[in-house]
């Protein structure tokens, strides 16, 4: 059944240090550019997380972009509590009201499609992140890798879309935008112009779906995320190895079983042991806390 695409929503700034978003959502607040790209859809935008973009950090008291699962969106407080929820849990609910609301099969949100702009420290170049493995989204990658064919497209359908808790599933549809590497609260011409040339491919795409005038594109080349790897710790959970130098920026390309992956101070190389995988978010600095070094990806076809 085609369900047409009435609303769209664009966001950046859930991340307030993640700055190509939040330049592109202020240009087109300015000047709607994007409303010529896409007649047939209303389109919006948002800057999320004022606070934090106004600090110039990730977020106030956590990462939004993990609050909007079923259970964090039901979290309440009683009045007697002196409890007080964290920034970004508020946020996320009053977001989740104003534009959602989320519910176990997303048809009930007030938004169609929300478009969610990223920067990334790695070198991912620019990345669509799509979360759903159908027909509709498996048209919108083909679409833009034909628009765009340096754009690479990362499915992530590890758990049903009502379960995640990226802030793009309070939409009945969505995607990411995730372009690197970028530093944080910087800005990079190249990303930038990257950033919003993938967010303008989507809106293109809408379009046509809505007016049915897609053509059948054949299956594009994409990688299907696997799994997070940490650095190597030792019983102080102190870090002992660090990235080999072999796979330092080396997003998306293949890292097969023997390579090293890591080495620490002494030159000592620690060597991927399982099948061939694709890194990405390589060495991401918002993941460095939580000492993840990089994601997994397996290649397929989309």
């Known amino acids: 059944m085609h ?5 769209v929503l664009i966001t950046g700034g859930t991340h307030g240090n993640e700055s190509s978003g939040v330049l592109i959502v202020e240009q087109y607040l300015k000047n709607n ?7 047939s859809a209303n ?9 934090a973009i106004k600090a110039n950090c990730r977020y ?6 993990r609050q909007f699962t079923p259970e964090l969106l039901n979290l309440t407080t009683l009045p007697h509590q002196k409890i007080t ?10 977001f989740n009201q104003q534009y959602g609301p989320k519910d176990q099969n997303s048809e009930n949100s007030n938004t169609d499609f929300i478009i969610d702009i990223h920067n990334t420290t790695s070198n991912m170049g620019p990345t669509l992140i799509v979360l759903v493995n159908d027909s509709f989204h498996q048209q919108l990658a083909r679409y833009v890798k034909n628009l765009m064919p340096e754009a690479i497209i990362l499915l992530e359908d590890g758990k049903p879309y009502a379960e995640n808790g990226y802030l793009c599933t309070v939409a009945k549809r969505s995607v990411m935008v995730e372009v690197g590497p970028q530093q944080q609260g910087k800005v990079e011409q190249k990303v930038l112009h990257q950033a919003k040339r993938l967010t303008e491919s989507v809106l293109r795409f809408i379009d046509k779906y809505n007016k049915s005038e897609l053509d059948n594109l054949p299956p594009v080349e994409a990688f299907r995320l696997g799994k997070e790897v940490h650095y190597p710790l030792n019983k102080h959970d102190q870090r002992v190895a660090e990235l080999h130098k072999n796979i330092v920026n080396a997003d998306f390309k293949a890292l097969n079983k023997g390579e090293p992956c890591f080495s620490n101070g002494a030159g000592n190389e620690i060597l991927w042991e399982e099948e061939t ?3 990405h978010f390589i060495g991401e600095a918002a993941y460095s806390h939580l000492d993840i070094a990089f994601a997994t990806s397996t290649k397929i076809l989309f």
């Open 33 to 39: 550019e994007a409303q010529s790209m896409c007649s």
């Open 3 to 7: 369900h047409t695409i009435k609303s």
């Open 43 to 51: 389109i919006a935008f948002t800057l999320v997380n004022k606070a």
């Open 85 to 94: 929820l964290p920034y970004e849990v508020s946020l996320a609910h009053k």
């Open 277 to 279: 995988t694709y890194p």
């Open 60 to 65: 106030i008291d956590e990462d939004l972009n």
